[in-house]
């Protein structure tokens, strides 16, 4: 079984910044990809970043790009996702996934999801 636990996540001024995390444990895939996703209250869950196994591939939203930043710890099971000047649109859950392979957009090719960690900027 794969576990994977959000945390960081919070109530935040426009501008501010969050860095959040998602540690890894079970019987993850080797190897794995993995994404960070957002779903607002009434919008359906969308992509946000991902990155790969070794970290030399990264991607983006549009709406996040130049502003966040995706990255892992593997000795720590650890993925980031620093988010810098935060908009009041950035307000959602972010979720964490996991996939086995090469990184993906589509959050229908990942098997693994954390609960989710809340994230609100006031303006």
């Known amino acids: 079984q794969v576990q994977l636990v959000e945390s960081g996540g919070g109530l935040v001024q426009v501008g501010d910044s969050l860095r959040l995390s998602c540690a890894a444990s079970?019987?993850?895939?080797?190897?794995?990809?993995a994404g960070w996703f957002r779903q607002a209250p009434g919008k359906e869950r969308e992509y946000v970043a991902a990155?790969?196994?070794?970290?030399?591939?990264?991607a983006y939203a549009d709406s996040v790009k130049g502003r966040f930043t995706i990255s892992r710890d593997n000795a720590k099971n650890t993925v980031y996702l620093q988010m810098n000047s935060l908009k009041p649109e950035d307000t959602a859950v972010y979720y964490c996934?996991?996939?086995?392979?090469?990184?993906?957009?589509?959050?229908?090719?990942?098997?693994?999801w954390g609960q989710g960690t809340q994230v609100t900027v006031s303006s």
């Open positions: 996934a996991a996939k086995s392979g090469v990184t993906s957009r589509d959050r229908n090719e990942y098997n693994y």
């Open positions: 079970g019987r993850t895939p080797s190897r794995f990809s």
């Open positions: 990155i790969s196994w070794s970290g030399g591939t990264t």
